[in-house]
């Protein structure tokens, strides 16, 4: 019986070690920013970050955009081929040189599951079905709105064009809502594990007209070796301030583009093709 007792205790052990070895390996060693770039027209003003999170043996670097705006309609999305469409992408590159776009993002990649939520893009209406993910709604005032998992009732688009909703986004998870950490879902669409790294794509709304945009790269040994955690993005927002963020595609897609340039390494040699970005004009 002790010596049951013993193994026991022993195997605890292991496991309790294992447990800290991880949680300790997952806090870096050094939070830094390796550099900034600046725009501003007067109407538009955009400060870029350059963070680099360093651990023990890996690295991790995202970019962090305060995005300013003087009126709500600078920001707005575009889709591939310019049409609503399951098939159509296109790089995020190409569909914001097309608008004269200073700051783009890859959007929600609506078309991936083209059966489920609500699609709004700039005040049209697109789709109206139920859906299992979280929502993110943006108002004619700029405004953030959230619609947490499971809760948009299907066949109600035409009150939320009603009270001004201009843009939807159905992919999430939702990351921060009324400035608070948002619980992650044991399922969801993607993985929502605190040890999945993945590149990343997510935007924050500080308040009306101040956005942040944050693109984190990964899959790039030596350069940001695995990605960011869902959990690390939370942080991030909240500390920034935002009242509200949200996850968008990530892996392959998650890109930022400044004037026509890329300003991350995506994970492929390449851009890849999305179906929709989020962009941000004079």
Known sequence: ????????????????????????AAVPVSREIEDTRT????????????????????????????VYMTRPDQMRTAFAGEEYSKNKAEATSAIAARHD????????????????????????????KKSNC??????????????????????????????????????????VNDGQIVEMPSKYVISTKDTIREPRTAIGIVENNHYIVLVADGRRDKWSDKGMTLQEMQEFFQQRGAR???NMDGGGSATMIMNGERVNKTSGSRERNV???????N
Do not use: H
């Open 39 to 66: 725009y501003d027209s007067g109407t538009l003003r955009v400060t870029i970050e350059q963070w680099c999170y360093k651990y023990k043996n890996t690295a991790l670097r995202f970019f962090v955009a305060d």
């Open 1 to 24: 019986m002790k010596r049951k007792l013993l193994c026991t205790l022993l195997v605890l052990l292991v496991l309790c070690t294992g447990l800290t070895t991880a949680m300790a």
């Open 244 to 246: 509200i963020a949200y």
């Open 134 to 175: 979280d929502q993110l709604l943006v108002f004619a005032d700029g405004s953030f709105r959230a619609i947490p998992k499971g809760q948009y009732v299907e066949g109600t688009a035409k009150q939320y064009l009603d009270m001004g909703v201009v843009q939807s986004f159905s992919f999430g998870p939702l990351l």
């Open 275 to 281: 179906s929709d970005i989020i962009y941000f004009v």
């Open 101 to 128: 776009a200073v700051l783009a993002i890859n959007g929600d990649y609506y078309n991936y599951k083209d059966n489920y939520g609500l699609i709004i893009r700039n005040g049209v209406l697109y789709r109206d």
